[in-house]
């Protein structure tokens, strides 16, 4: 007799962050949706001379064993779709070959490249064009810094693919840029989803090499023989999913209404990097939202996604390298754990401050940074990881009242989703900072956003405020009040002048 588990309806994510991948089965039993790990694997950056490198060949073998180990487990697989991070490209050429290495955006080559986009097309042109923040690790500055540097990649090339593109046209053989992912380039229009050719062609960039661009929830094609062959996936198609990771893990927010004009929630996609902002109707594009450095960023189903990068727990995350360097770290929940023991506020740290983005040494640079502003360097490593956390919640205050002004609307909740949700600590000191409901979970916001696309794809679920209730009804949630939010007001003016 066939196992009924074998028999389910089985939709598969590949979900690819900037430190780990894994491949996710999702399968609907009894109106809830069931998440298994099918394949995990690291995703580390390589140096290469004095480059930053993705290993995306690496990556794919990883993802082609995923794949494999899911066919094997599951009879009826309907579906698969890729999510990653945003930013980064790969380019191909007219023989479907890479024409060089796909660059990590923390790569030193990208640095000065604002002043001399600037002098091209002027800031706020630019911000007019795109509404998107400015970071230097936009796939627009990464663009010029190859062209600035005569990189041949950049002439020979036919085709230009965001990270979770590459994949899917590995899977299908099939060109396509994903919306979600593309308007984190710069280059595209928040307004009617295309792209800025004019602004493509005043950098002078290859406009050729700018493809089609295809909404969640599209069917590419199936899987091609090869990878057929070598998975043991026959004719199951690729479903597009948001294939930038924010998106799906918006997607996964339980809330109980879909991009509302005024929302009095807003999210937090909490991981190596903290992602907050509002889900909107359509985008702000105004001189209130271009001084606050804020992003406009395609959502699912036409939305946008109000938000600001902050640099997350990458500084926590980075202490732990560190210390794992001088033979003394600790496990993650220890970390937390001597963090609570620590006196609050001895060491106030900017999680977004640009010393702290890519250092050869986080502890060294947190010494460095303590002293260039007036702190003590902390002695203890209590202290060092309660400051790392303590300054993610303070900068989410910051952030909070900055979407606040851009809505003209309270926002009651606070939503963190992602790997930080675990986070108690974090999640506790957010509601204090904040003086405002946090509601923790689900923890696989990312994979649950991907594979409920493609289930709105395939037409499993029937749209957004379906998948969310499903969501509801599937993962439980912590809710954390504000306890003592007074004890955060003297910290907050001192962290103001950082």
Request: charged share 25%.
């Amino acid at each position: 007799m066939t196992n009924d588990k074998q028999t389910r309806r089985v939709y598969l994510a590949v979900d690819l962050g900037a430190s780990s991948g894994r491949v996710i089965a999702g399968v609907l039993d009894q109106g809830k949706l069931e998440l298994t790990v099918v394949h995990r694997f690291e995703n580390e950056v390589v140096r290469v001379h004095d480059s930053l490198q993705w290993d995306v060949l690496g990556l794919w073998r990883e993802i082609l064993e995923g794949l494999r180990i899911a066919a094997s487990s599951h009879e009826r697989i309907e579906s698969v779709g890729v999510d990653t991070w945003g930013v980064d490209y790969v380019l191909i050429d007219n023989t479907d070959q890479l024409t060089g290495t796909a660059r990590c955006y923390r790569d030193n080559r990208n640095q000065g490249m604002f002043q001399r986009a600037f002098e091209i097309v002027p800031r706020e042109e630019i911000f007019e064009a795109t509404g998107l923040q400015f970071m230097d690790i936009n796939s627009l500055y990464q663009l010029l810094a190859a062209r600035f540097a005569n990189d041949p990649s950049l002439k020979i090339a036919d085709a230009f693919l965001m990270m979770g593109d590459f994949f899917h046209w590995l899977l299908t053989g099939q060109r396509s840029v994903e919306v979600t992912n593309a308007s984190t380039t710069q280059l595209l229009d928040p307004r009617d989803k295309k792209w800025r050719t004019d602004l493509i062609e005043r950098f002078d960039l290859p406009s050729h090499l700018f493809g089609d661009l295809v909404e969640p929830g599209t069917t590419l094609g199936n899987v091609q023989d090869s990878v057929a062959a070598m998975t043991g996936l026959q004719n199951v198609p690729v479903v597009i999913p948001a294939t930038h990771d924010t998106a799906s893990a918006v997607l996964s927010v339980p809330a109980s209404d879909f991009a509302p004009s005024k929302p009095s929630w807003c999210y937090i996609s909490s991981g190596t990097w903290s992602l907050m902002g509002c889900e909107l109707p359509e985008p702000k594009i105004n001189k209130r939202c271009s001084e606050l450095n804020f992003t406009n960023e395609g959502g699912v189903s036409g939305s946008t996604r109000l938000l600001k990068n902050i640099g997350g727990l990458w500084v926590f995350q980075q202490i732990r390298k560190s210390m794992e360097r001088r033979d003394q770290a600790h496990d993650w929940s220890e970390m937390v754990q001597i963090a609570e023991r620590a006196k609050p506020f001895e060491l106030l740290i900017n999680p977004d401050d640009p010393t702290l983005v890519a250092p050869d040494d986080m502890v060294d640079a947190i010494h460095d940074y303590a002293q260039s502003t007036g702190q003590a360097a902390p002695q203890t490593t209590d202290v060092l990881y309660r400051s790392a956390l303590e300054g993610l919640a303070l900068r989410y205050r910051t952030c909070l009242e900055m979407l606040e002004s851009l809505v003209e609307n309270r926002i009651d909740t606070i939503h963190i989703v992602g790997g930080g949700s675990l986070n108690k600590l974090l999640c506790q000191m957010t509601a204090d900072a904040c003086n405002r409901t946090v509601v923790a979970g689900p923890v696989e916001a990312t994979a649950i956003g991907n594979l409920l696309m493609q289930m709105v794809g395939t037409h499993q679920i029937a749209d957004v405020n379906s998948a969310r209730r499903l969501v509801r009804e599937s993962f439980e949630t912590v809710n954390y009040e504000p306890q003592n939010p007074s004890d955060w007001e003297e910290a907050a003016d001192r962290f103001a002048k950082l």
